[in-house]
């Protein structure tokens, strides 16, 4: 079977290289794809952007593409699905109207309030002054002000204050017309974890639990970006927990079905467990998580060609995994996810040892000759994996620390993994 898996960062990696392992699977094709992919002989295109339909109706049919796997959110808001399925084009996503959970969370917080579903109090405004007369007539508070469309998960912005909240409001604007709708949501304090979901209509099945890192700087603080690493399985679950996660799964899949939007693929759910163990939603998205994909992912023992044709005959499988502890660190280019122009064609010392030494996931990196260069803001995925925390975490930041950019132009966080670590530390100390 060829595979063609749309996406160009660490997730779409982490999917193509799962799908190599399946004995069905004779070549693996990636738009864009990135550089990196083509040391595991998948086959990229770099020049064809992920929304743009036709070019890749037309690969699918010159290349005989027996499935393509949308794994990227502009792919589903431009509604590829829709076009791959009639044209009779095996296809693993959902439809456009349906991936409306992700690209317009003012809709996916009204469809939350109307299942009654945990989620945090919300106000949504498309004037900017609207939004600040809002804030002005509030008690001092904290919020989080969010775009309503898709923003490289940059588009949520936490204020701790009126004037933070102000400022926020004046920000929407550079998203574009993802900001030209936004909202003011109650700020929920607790401790965020991913879960994801393989799903067809009101058939579901939960693949397994991350915690990602999102922003920018140690200690979580700094603006919002992609992901700055992701641990898996967080030690925070628990049966009361997976049970609550598994009701909002529940409600989320049938909810949807009755509006006539029957969900088709992987649902991710992202969420906050708050000081008294109650789950709420910070958000859907309507595909792998980045990175949470590349954590979760190599846990899969199940053949997941086999996996995915059976979640599309609604015959999804159990899931089996094994028992390893997985870390990844991203690491990006300073100034991201701000300006980082000024580190774009650098190049990546250290690289060649470092694949030759650690699993890795490539994103906004390229091949020029015989360096690895800068591409983008975030570049590569380090992978540490072992027995718990400690283990996973030492082998991703001992490999990472033999690689720079220069003019130290390379970023990322050293504590990645840290409530585990915290965890790990605590249950040693009782013993």
């Given at each position: 079977?060829?595979i063609?898996?749309?996406?160009?960062?660490g997730?779409?990696?982490a999917?193509?290289k799962?799908?190599?392992?399946?004995?069905?699977?004779?070549?693996v094709l990636?738009?864009?794809g990135n550089?990196l992919?083509?040391?595991?002989k998948?086959?990229?295109?770099p020049?064809?952007?992920t929304t743009?339909?036709?070019k890749i109706?037309?690969?699918c049919?010159?290349?005989?593409?027996?499935l393509v796997?949308?794994a990227?959110d502009d792919a589903?808001?431009?509604g590829?699905v829709d076009?791959?399925r009639?044209s009779?084009i095996k296809v693993f996503?959902?439809?456009?109207e349906t991936?409306k959970i992700?690209?317009?969370?003012?809709?996916?917080r009204n469809f939350?309030?109307?299942?009654?579903?945990?989620?945090?109090?919300?106000?949504?405004?498309?004037l900017?002054?609207?939004g600040?007369?809002?804030?002005?007539?509030q008690p001092?508070?904290?919020?989080y002000?969010?775009a309503?469309?898709?923003?490289?998960?940059k588009g949520?912005?936490f204020a701790?204050?009126?004037k933070?909240?102000v400022?926020a409001?004046?920000e929407?604007?550079k998203f574009?017309?993802?900001?030209?709708k936004?909202l003011i949501?109650q700020c929920l304090?607790?401790?965020e974890?991913?879960a994801?979901?393989?799903?067809?209509?009101e058939k579901?099945q939960?693949v397994?639990y991350a915690?990602?890192?999102?922003?920018a700087?140690d200690?979580?603080?700094?603006?919002n970006?992609g992901?700055m690493?992701?641990?898996?399985?967080?030690?925070?679950m628990s049966?009361n927990?997976e049970?609550?996660?598994y009701?909002?799964?529940?409600?989320?899949t049938?909810?949807?079905v009755k509006?006539?939007?029957?969900?088709t693929?992987i649902?991710?759910?992202g969420?906050?467990i708050?000081?008294?163990g109650?789950v709420?939603?910070?958000?859907?998205n309507?595909r792998?998580g980045?990175p949470?994909?590349q954590v979760i992912?190599?846990a899969?023992k199940?053949?997941?060609?086999?996996?995915?044709?059976?979640?599309?005959s609604?015959a999804?499988?159990?899931?089996?995994?094994?028992?390893?502890?997985?870390?990844?660190?991203?690491?990006?280019s300073k100034?991201?996810?701000g300006?980082?122009?000024?580190v774009?064609?650098r190049v990546i010392?250290?690289?060649e040892n470092?694949?030759k030494?650690?699993k890795?996931?490539?994103?906004g990196?390229?091949?020029?000759?015989?360096?690895w260069?800068?591409?983008?803001?975030?570049?590569?995925?380090?992978?540490g994996?072992?027995?718990?925390?400690?283990?996973?975490?030492k082998?991703?930041?001992?490999?990472?620390?033999?690689?720079?950019?220069r003019g130290n132009?390379?970023?990322?966080?050293k504590?990645i993994?840290y409530?585990d670590m915290s965890?790990l530390?605590n249950a040693?100390?009782?013993t």
């Amino acid at each position: 079977m060829k595979i063609l898996v749309i996406d160009g960062g660490g997730r779409g990696h982490a999917l193509a290289k799962k799908y190599l392992e399946s004995k069905k699977t004779t070549e693996v094709l990636a738009i864009p794809g990135n550089d990196l992919m083509t040391l595991d002989k998948i086959r990229i295109f770099p020049d064809i952007k992920t929304t743009d339909i036709p070019k890749i109706l037309q690969i699918c049919k010159k290349e005989k593409v027996d499935l393509v796997d949308v794994a990227q959110d502009d792919a589903i808001a431009a509604g590829l699905v829709d076009t791959l399925r009639k044209s009779h084009i095996k296809v693993f996503g959902p439809k456009k109207e349906t991936g409306k959970i992700e690209w317009d969370k003012s809709w996916s917080r009204n469809f939350m309030r109307q299942l009654k579903l945990p989620a945090p109090s919300y106000n949504i405004f498309n004037l900017q002054q609207s939004g600040i007369d809002y804030i002005n007539s509030q008690p001092n508070n904290k919020w989080y002000v969010k775009a309503s469309g898709l923003a490289a998960g940059k588009g949520a912005i936490f204020a701790k204050n009126k004037k933070d909240a102000v400022r926020a409001i004046k920000e929407m604007s550079k998203f574009g017309n993802a900001g030209s709708k936004y909202l003011i949501e109650q700020c929920l304090e607790g401790e965020e974890f991913s879960a994801f979901a393989l799903v067809n209509a009101e058939k579901f099945q939960i693949v397994g639990y991350a915690q990602d890192h999102k922003k920018a700087l140690d200690g979580d603080i700094g603006p919002n970006t992609g992901g700055m690493g992701c641990s898996s399985p967080p030690k925070i679950m628990s049966k009361n927990i997976e049970d609550q996660i598994y009701t909002i799964f529940k409600k989320t899949t049938t909810g949807l079905v009755k509006l006539k939007r029957p969900y088709t693929g992987i649902l991710y759910l992202g969420g906050i467990i708050d000081g008294n163990g109650k789950v709420w939603i910070i958000e859907f998205n309507a595909r792998w998580g980045d990175p949470e994909a590349q954590v979760i992912l190599p846990a899969i023992k199940n053949d997941y060609y086999n996996v995915v044709t059976q979640t599309l005959s609604k015959a999804i499988p159990i899931i089996r995994k094994d028992k390893k502890y997985r870390l990844v660190v991203t690491a990006a280019s300073k100034g991201y996810p701000g300006d980082y122009s000024k580190v774009d064609g650098r190049v990546i010392h250290g690289f060649e040892n470092l694949i030759k030494k650690a699993k890795v996931f490539g994103a906004g990196i390229k091949k020029s000759g015989n360096n690895w260069q800068v591409a983008g803001g975030r570049l590569f995925y380090v992978l540490g994996e072992g027995t718990n925390v400690a283990q996973a975490r030492k082998i991703a930041y001992n490999a990472l620390s033999h690689v720079s950019v220069r003019g130290n132009n390379l970023h990322f966080r050293k504590d990645i993994g840290y409530r585990d670590m915290s965890r790990l530390h605590n249950a040693r100390s009782k013993t």
